[in-house]
């Protein structure tokens, strides 16, 4: 029976660990054990860190994988570099499934960043900007005061962002981020699924002025993208780091599974 490593995390994962189940293929999944109570996939299922890529090489031969999938989170960087590196030493072929980025549609105030740290720096420009014309451009915004951020980069980013003079954060999370926290922080635990209404609701109860996200694409994670929009909030949107050069990439788990069969 051909076996199948899925790295995972991600619905697509799922959908691929399914797909492929259901085709008569022998399907390990792969978690990076974070999460609390992750939505697991169907079939076996094993949590942890390999141990960077000689545990994983020494693993996918242990284990008689003939074929890996990297269906990571798109910023899940160290991962996917991990797979790139013990699939050529390995010889067990890789495919990388990447959901598409989100784009810019009309009506969008967005500003791309190359990564969280210029996130963070453009913040404390704008609420520079903003207490050095306080009289007139920030008196001018409903809730005045410091910028009123709304951050759904992941709690391990938290410390990036704190610390900014002018700066409040309403940080969105799965699970709560490390203590202390700082008075300018307030956390919000959910996972979603997430509505356009609630995500409405959310910005306007929290008189919230610029939205901060990652480029993660799909769209478990867009209605924030689309209230935004309505509500003419500004998005500062954090690019995804590039795959490593030469990788084979496929979009949609259909495409992962055509190619995991063999
Ligand atoms: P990362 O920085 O690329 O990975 C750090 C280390 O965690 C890796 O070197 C590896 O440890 C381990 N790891 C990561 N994914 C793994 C997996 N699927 N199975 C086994 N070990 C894994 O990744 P991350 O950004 O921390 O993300 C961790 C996991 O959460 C990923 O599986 C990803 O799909 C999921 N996720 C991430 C995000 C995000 O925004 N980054 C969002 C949603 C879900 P070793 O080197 O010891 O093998």
């Given at each position: 029976?051909r076996?199948?490593?899925?790295?995972?995390?991600?619905?697509?994962?799922?959908?691929?660990?399914?797909e492929?189940?259901?085709?008569?293929?022998?399907?390990?999944?792969?978690?990076?054990?974070?999460?609390?109570?992750?939505?697991?996939?169907?079939?076996?299922?094993?949590?942890?860190?390999?141990g960077?890529?000689?545990?994983?090489?020494?693993?996918?031969?242990?284990?008689?994988?003939?074929?890996?999938?990297?269906?990571?989170?798109?910023?899940?960087?160290?991962?996917?570099?991990?797979?790139?590196?013990?699939s050529?030493r390995?010889?067990?072929?890789?495919?990388v499934?990447?959901?598409?980025?989100?784009?810019?549609g009309p009506?969008?105030?967005?500003q791309?960043?190359?990564?969280?740290?210029?996130?963070?720096?453009?913040?404390?420009?704008?609420?520079?900007r903003?207490?050095?014309?306080?009289?007139?451009?920030?008196?001018?915004?409903?809730?005045?005061?410091?910028?009123?951020?709304?951050?759904?980069?992941?709690?391990?980013?938290?410390?990036?962002?704190?610390?900014?003079?002018?700066?409040?954060?309403?940080?969105?999370?799965?699970?709560?981020?490390?203590?202390?926290?700082?008075?300018?922080?307030?956390?919000?635990?959910?996972?979603?699924?997430?509505?356009?209404?609630?995500?409405?609701?959310?910005?306007?109860?929290?008189?919230l002025?610029?939205?901060?996200?990652?480029?993660?694409?799909?769209?478990?994670?867009?209605?924030?993208?689309?209230?935004?929009?309505?509500?003419?909030?500004?998005?500062?949107?954090?690019?995804?780091?590039?795959?490593?050069?030469?990788?084979?990439?496929?979009?949609?788990?259909?495409?992962?599974?055509?190619w995991?069969?063999?």
């Amino acid at each position: 029976m051909r076996r199948v490593l899925i790295l995972g995390g991600t619905a697509e994962a799922r959908a691929l660990a399914a797909e492929l189940s259901g085709r008569g293929v022998h399907v390990v999944s792969s978690l990076a054990g974070r999460v609390s109570n992750p939505r697991l996939p169907v079939g076996e299922v094993r949590e942890g860190g390999f141990g960077g890529p000689d545990g994983l090489a020494a693993w996918l031969a242990a284990e008689r994988i003939d074929a890996l999938v990297d269906a990571t989170h798109p910023f899940a960087a160290r991962m996917t570099a991990s797979a790139a590196e013990a699939s050529a030493r390995t010889g067990v072929p890789l495919l990388v499934l990447r959901r598409p980025g989100w784009r810019e549609g009309p009506g969008d105030t967005w500003q791309r960043v190359p990564s969280l740290h210029a996130a963070a720096a453009r913040l404390s420009e704008t609420a520079t900007r903003l207490s050095g014309t306080r009289l007139s451009e920030a008196a001018a915004r409903p809730g005045g005061g410091p910028l009123r951020v709304f951050l759904t980069t992941g709690r391990r980013s938290l410390p990036v962002f704190t610390g900014r003079a002018g700066v409040w954060l309403l940080a969105r999370s799965v699970d709560p981020p490390e203590p202390p926290l700082p008075d300018n922080v307030h956390v919000l635990l959910d996972r979603g699924p997430y509505t356009v209404e609630g995500e409405r609701a959310l910005i306007r109860e929290h008189r919230l002025d610029v939205l901060v996200t990652k480029d993660s694409g799909g769209p478990m994670t867009t209605a924030k993208l689309v209230a935004a929009r309505e509500l003419g909030l500004p998005v500062i949107m954090v690019d995804r780091p590039p795959p490593p050069s030469g990788v084979r990439l496929v979009e949609t788990a259909a495409a992962a599974a055509a190619w995991a069969q063999g």
